[in-house]
């Protein structure tokens, strides 16, 4: 796995998994929602021109697409695209809070190959997660995974973002997921977009990243995206996955009008890579752009050098340092040593990056069904 680690660092031909946002209109306003989504942006990629990323993506022989947004499903031309996808050999995994997902849609869902469905859910009852997600957003995605059984679509996902308030529920998300016959996805919660603002109120203290760890070390069935590599200097036993940041080398983002970005948690400026509508298109971006050339070169550890469980953690995620206002080369802000708490100390509040978008609405809207 080691030599494996380290070819993957130099970047590949292709990514293994692109995300790609097919839209900022949302009709939830997550507190914690990466993107700042809400409004469509007027500039979003028309349908000849996603199609023409697809194309672009099928020539590349990219494994899979990630699909969210926003509300991917909002998409007027939503399944035209998915259908294109997947009719040119491109799988497809979408991300959705499920409030599209009737009854009549589950069954054009399950009738469609090469397609999986990730359900969002961050509470495993309706207060924890409408407090996050929304009121109302609970029984939604509790509706959409009914539809979605009733019509036989096959195992799904059910998808959380990791807080402080849920992590003493993982044996209720793992009980709702069998319940479903699906899988559970676990993710690591970013200071990104409106993550930013409520970040410090919502990420896992340190007495739960340790129960997390163990957790997940007991459930190797439970996926995570490698989502949590920095845990791996607690102990000697490391979490499934590469252990690497993957950005720039093995996944990349693409937003809803056509920026590439490094990878889906840092949509700002100094990660962009360039726009998929500039001659060259993805391809070139990809495979030539300076950003991605520098991310593959040989990374220093820096302040973690000292540490001796940098080979362990690989100094955690890139996102998350450059979001706290820490430098890239230094401790991840959940250092599970406590390196990432003494540099926060040092960060003034004036210095943080801001988010490149924000497509918020200014008012939350209720959730309905269209």
């Not at 031909?13 to 790609?20: F, G, K, L």
């Not at 839209?23 to 914690?32: D, V």
Request: glycine share 10%.
């Amino acid at each position: 796995m080691a030599k494996l680690t380290d070819e993957l660092k130099l970047g590949l031909d292709a990514p293994i998994c692109m995300t790609w946002e097919l839209t900022y209109a949302c009709n939830l306003a997550c507190i914690h929602c990466l993107s700042s989504s809400g409004r469509t942006d007027p500039d979003e990629l028309s349908t000849a021109e996603a199609k023409a990323v697809i194309d672009e993506m099928r020539d590349m022989q990219v494994f899979y697409v990630n699909i969210g947004g926003g509300e991917p499903m909002i998409r007027p031309d939503f399944f035209e695209l998915v259908d294109y996808a997947t009719s040119s050999g491109v799988g497809v995994k979408f991300s959705t809070n499920g409030s599209r997902i009737t009854p009549e849609r589950a069954l054009q869902l399950a009738a469609m190959e090469y397609l999986d469905i990730q359900i969002s859910l961050d509470g495993a009852d309706a207060a924890t997660n409408d407090a996050v997600r929304g009121d109302g957003s609970f029984d939604t995605a509790i509706s959409a995974m009914d539809a979605l059984q009733q019509a036989n679509f096959g195992p799904f996902k059910i998808s959380v973002v990791v807080t402080r308030h849920n992590v003493p529920q993982l044996d209720e998300f793992k009980a709702l997921a069998d319940q479903y016959g699906a899988e559970l996805r676990l993710t690591r919660l970013r200071p990104a977009g409106r993550g930013a603002d409520t970040w410090s109120e919502l990420h896992p203290l340190a007495d739960q990243q340790v129960e997390l760890y163990h957790w997940l070390l007991a459930h190797p069935d439970v996926l995570t995206g490698d989502s949590f590599f920095h845990l791996n200097a607690l102990g000697d036993e490391s979490l499934p996955g590469l252990n690497l940041c993957g950005a720039g080398r093995v996944v990349c983002l693409i937003d809803p009008v056509g920026d590439v970005y490094a990878c889906p948690f840092v949509l700002h400026d100094e990660f962009k890579a360039g726009n998929v509508r500039s001659t060259g298109g993805f391809k070139q971006i990809w495979q030539e752009s300076d950003l991605f050339a520098q991310l593959r070169e040989p990374q220093s550890a820096g302040a973690c050098a000292s540490c001796g469980q940098f080979d362990a953690c690989q100094g955690g995620c890139m996102a998350a340092k450059f979001f706290t206002g820490l430098p890239l080369d230094g401790p991840d802000p959940e250092c599970v040593t406590g390196h990432g708490e003494a540099s926060l100390a040092s960060v003034g509040s004036g210095s943080l990056p801001e988010p490149t978008t924000n497509h918020s609405k200014p008012v939350p809207v209720m959730l309905g069904r269209r």
